[in-house]
């Protein structure tokens, strides 16, 4: 998840409405021209996001590997459960095969066995007997071809009960490997669990340590003055590398036609609403911050284009999503990012895992809406019935 990922999305999202015209065509020079502007910005906010990492202390280094570290352990549980919940469907579905094909073998063995009780009966001397009483050649062949067609066809009933009962051996095979499968993704799940119940628990350390520091020094003001222009200058970089992108296609329909409408990014009680005071001076919330589990599925309020997946501090693991028309929506303090500069997303898509990121101690999603770069607030923006 690096910035340079969304200049090879913005190369895409340049090129494309252009794809038509002659390579040689005034559009497509112009627009290979704002391609390599947007290029070097991108490289410029890269750039510069590195610096400034590389200047944070050591504690916000600690916090960020073990940040990533969480994201991973959850990423892969996350990847973990979904295999699981795939292998037990397939499990389920051999299950109901298995026992659809032992109705069918039973059926069939029941007639195959009413048959034969019937060709036994019939031929313990009534057979001969045909035989022996005509003296008609042509009954006779009759009989004779009748016999050999019944005959025949009780070997194809018995070669077929024969492949049914391969079939059934086959999928028990099938069956006893998937169940296998699912025990085995069970024990790596669980052994995923514990590992990320152990990163959570090294990274509330970490922060209880940052924090008696912090305290100690009583920076606490200055520290989140610093996270909060951090961020104001990473949004005005995003939106200075974005502004000769003119071909973005966002939704036809307007992101402020959706004041009002939004769906909530999670369901959950609001822990701090849009111009509260934090307690520490005048600084106040800029967005949301909405109580949720660890883990908790984050969804995109409305279609947009990634612009930003990667950790920051003060915020943890951030996502910004860029919707045209100067608005973006920012989802901070995530335990695990589903999507990647660049990445398109729709309304409803999981994009994120509740955490605890950055400096949060528990659980929940910040959430913001910016319009041309300046916080609004989320509760204008979403459904009234949702999330409060």
Do not use: C
Request: net charge positive.
């Amino acid at each position: 998840m690096k910035l340079h990922h969304l200049a090879y999305s913005l190369v895409f999202a340049v090129l494309l409405p252009v794809s038509s015209l002659a390579v040689a065509s005034p559009d497509y020079r112009e627009s290979e021209a704002r391609l390599g502007q947007v290029r070097e910005q991108i490289r410029q906010v890269q750039a510069q996001l590195r610096r400034e990492q590389a200047q944070q202390d050591a504690a916000s280094s600690q916090l960020r590997k073990l940040d990533a570290r969480i994201a991973r352990t959850a990423a892969r549980l996350r990847d973990l459960e979904r295999q699981l919940a795939a292998g037990q469907e397939r499990v389920h579905a051999l299950r109901r095969e298995v026992a659809g094909q032992q109705a069918r073998i039973d059926a069939n063995r029941s007639e195959l066995a009413r048959q034969l009780r019937a060709a036994y009966a019939s031929s313990r001397d009534g057979y001969l007997k045909l035989l022996l009483s005509t003296d008609d050649p042509l009954q006779l062949g009759r009989v004779l071809t009748y016999h050999r067609y019944l005959q025949a066809a009780r070997r194809q009933e018995l070669e077929a009960a024969t492949a049914e009962l391969q079939r059934l051996a086959g999928l028990e095979r099938r069956l006893a490997a998937e169940t296998s499968r699912v025990a085995e993704l069970r024990d790596q799940e669980l052994a995923a669990q514990r590992e990320l119940a152990a990163a959570r628990r090294e990274r509330a350390t970490a922060l209880a340590a940052i924090e008696a520091r912090v305290a100690a020094s009583g920076q606490e003001l200055s520290r989140l003055q610093a996270d909060a222009e951090a961020l104001e200058r990473l949004l005005a970089r995003l939106r200075d590398a974005l502004a000769d992108v003119k071909d973005l296609r966002f939704d036809q329909r307007p992101f402020t036609a959706s004041r009002g409408r939004l769906a909530w990014p999670l369901q959950g009680a609001l822990l701090a609403r849009f111009g509260e005071e934090r307690g520490l001076g005048e600084m106040r919330w800029s967005g949301v911050l909405i109580a949720a589990k660890p883990g908790d599925p984050v969804r995109a309020v409305a279609r947009g284009r990634v612009v930003f997946a990667d950790w920051l501090r003060g915020f943890g693991l951030l996502l910004i999503v860029d919707h045209g028309d100067g608005f973006m929506t920012l989802y901070g303090h995530n335990e695990a990012i589903y999507k990647e500069n660049g990445d398109w997303v729709q309304t409803g898509d999981v994009v994120a895992a509740v955490g605890a990121g950055g400096t949060r101690r528990a659980p929940g999603l910040y959430f913001e809406v910016r319009s041309r770069g300046e916080p609004v607030d989320p509760l204008l923006w979403l459904q009234p019935t949702g999330g409060r």
